[in-house]
């Protein structure tokens, strides 16, 4: 059980921790069959997740059942449960048999008055009760800073020090509200680890656009742990998405990553469908449109070498390039679409025919199917008869 997740402790690497199947499902409107989050799991352990926080036992009922049965698979990844800082939430997550848990409690002042209605030395104490009660227990525990980045500085180095003398594992830092912005991240957490000495997982939120960008500054900064979901499912405007960090990660900080990158699309399908959430055309990694190119520019220099507008190719996360035919494009564009139905234009042709295309498009207001393209073909072969009848 969790030998993934056991291993990647010792061997240093960055450890993924998907958040899909608790903070992804407490999306507004967002709801899972058990079925569903079953098959979720199973998916998120055979691409190669580290950790899975699989909901919140307790809520009882489905949710408690459906974690104990996502325990019962066996999987190669950790199966964490999400707890308050209470003895009971911690209890029920044991009967399901998980091997991790995660200890959440808020240490910013305004949750801490307004939202707890309590003082910070109440927030400690009960913290160190529960970590210690899941250490005695066995499992595997994250304490959770709730919206740890509008806390107090030296509250939050208290806290978090006071999680590690009562044996936690590791913090995760939670921008709950999303108002970090990446360099201050980096400063962030270098100083955290600095203080503390102690494992930090970033939990980051998109409510400027800047959850993925976050997570990646928290883990240059040294972050071991990065939190994610499928597709950026989460509160509000959603988590950092495990697609965009995993590949950003692998082309734009050169990490080496064992997690299988062809199986992305068919998952974030799936968690698409699941979540009733549809990908979005330019969602970044797995949208329709990452591979589409339509401008003349680009599809000529695409289709001279793909390199010149893309950086990985589509094949690697099960995509496919396309050229689309619209009011952007060029006449190298209609060459090599026409050259797929076998058909050979001269350049003198693919710029009338082109020039017919730019017409309907505007007309139209979009871009055209391959069979459209077709019949501006036809037209245009028609017009050509007549026109060298007539001129005989
Ligand atoms: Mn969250």
């Known amino acids: 059980m969790a030998k993934r997740f056991q291993e990647a402790l010792k061997d240093g690497s960055i450890i993924f921790v998907d958040t899909t199947l608790r903070d992804g499902e407490q999306t507004a409107g967002v709801v ?22 699989a909901g919140i036992p307790a809520m009882e009922g489905d949710e408690k059942q459906a974690i104990a049965d996502i325990v019962g698979l066996n999987l190669q990844a950790s199966i964490m449960a999400w707890n308050r800082a209470n003895i009971n939430d911690i ?31 109440w927030v400690l104490e009960n913290m ?22 509008r806390s107090d500085w030296d509250f939050l180095v ?87 960090v995993a590949m950003a990660l692998k082309y734009l900080f050169g990490v080496e990553l064992k997690v299988k990158i062809k199986d992305f699309l068919e998952l974030c399908q799936y968690v698409a469908r699941a979540s009733g959430r549809p990908l979005s055309v330019h ?7 990452t591979f589409a190119h339509e401008s003349g520019i680009h599809a000529d220099g695409v289709i001279k070498n793909p390199h010149t507008y893309e950086v990985f190719s589509p094949e690697e996360i ?37 020039a017919k295309v730019r017409k309907v498009t505007v007309n139209l207001k979009r871009t055209l199917f391959d069979k459209e393209l077709m019949y501006i073909y036809e037209d245009y072969l028609h017009e050509k008869r007549n026109a060298a009848l007539g001129g005989k």
Request: charged share 25%; proline share 1%.
């Open 128 to 149: 160190t009760k529960a970590v210690e009660f899941a250490k005695n227990a066995g499992v595997y525990v994250s304490v959770n800073a709730e919206d740890a980045s």
């Open 318 to 354: 099960g995509l496919e390039r396309q050229i689309i035919i619209g009011k952007h494009s060029g006449s190298h564009a209609i060459i090599a679409k026409f050259k797929e139905y076998g058909i050979d234009l001269s350049r003198e042709e693919a710029e009338e025919i082109l």
């Open 158 to 244: 208290q806290f978090a020090r006071r999680a590690k003398e009562a044996g936690a594992d590791r913090l995760r830092f939670c921008d709950t509200v999303g108002v970090l912005e990446p360099f201050k991240t980096y400063e962030t957490i270098s100083r955290l680890l600095e203080a503390t000495g102690m494992e930090i997982e970033m939990h980051t939120h998109n409510d400027f656009g800047m959850a993925t960008a976050n997570a990646l500054a928290g883990v240059k900064a040294g972050a071991r742990f990065v939190g994610v979901t499928v597709n950026g499912l989460g509160e509000r405007a959603g988590n950092a998405a495990l697609e965009e």
């Open 32 to 53: 899972f069959s058990n079925e569903e989050k079953i098959r979720i799991a199973r998916m998120l352990d055979s691409i190669g997740v580290h950790q899975i926080e």
């Open 91 to 121: 209890k029920r997550s044991l009967e399901c048999g998980v091997d991790a848990v995660a200890i959440s409690i808020s240490t910013s002042d305004i949750h801490i008055t307004h939202k707890l209605r309590t003082s910070r030395e």
């Open 283 to 289: 969602k970044p990694i797995v949208g329709a449109n």
